[in-house]
């Protein structure tokens, strides 16, 4: 059964940088499409960036407005492992992170449904 486990979230200030990452215990390479989400105290999820994979080694990248510019997903098929490089971050990034993956070829984008497997998450904690 594939698992997906993140880690990286951590406390930061204003302006600061966090990596999250996010190995899939099967293969990313087997995955047609690859998130980010986010899920504040009181607010739904959202989606953060999605990856989705053109051919072997051309993939599309989206982000939600929120965070262009300053975030970037990439994933690395020898490790099995997707990442989010979060700059410049803001209080308002305060979340839980999510990964998401589908592996049939229909990214669900920012939508919370139609993803095959999801992590548990981890925190990201921006204080001002």
């Known amino acids: 059964q594939v698992q997906l486990v993140e880690s990286g979230g951590g406390s930061v200030e204003t302006g600061g940088s966090l990596r999250l990452s996010c190995v899939d215990s099967g293969y990313t390479g087997s995955n047609y499409c690859m998130g980010w989400f986010r899920q504040a105290p009181g607010k739904e999820r959202e989606g953060v960036a999605v990856i989705r994979r053109a051919s072997t080694n051309e993939f599309y990248t989206t982000y939600a407005d929120s965070v262009k510019g300053r975030f970037t997903i990439s994933q690395d098929n020898t490790k099995s492992t997707l990442y989010l490089q979060m700059n410049k971050l803001k209080p308002e990034d305060t979340a839980m992170y999510y990964c998401?993956?589908?592996?049939?070829?229909?990214?669900?984008?920012?939508?919370?449904?139609?993803?095959?497997?999801w992590g548990q998450g981890t925190q990201v904690t921006v204080s001002s």
């Open positions: 998401a993956a589908v592996r049939q070829r229909s990214c669900p984008f920012f939508s919370n449904d139609g993803w095959n497997y």
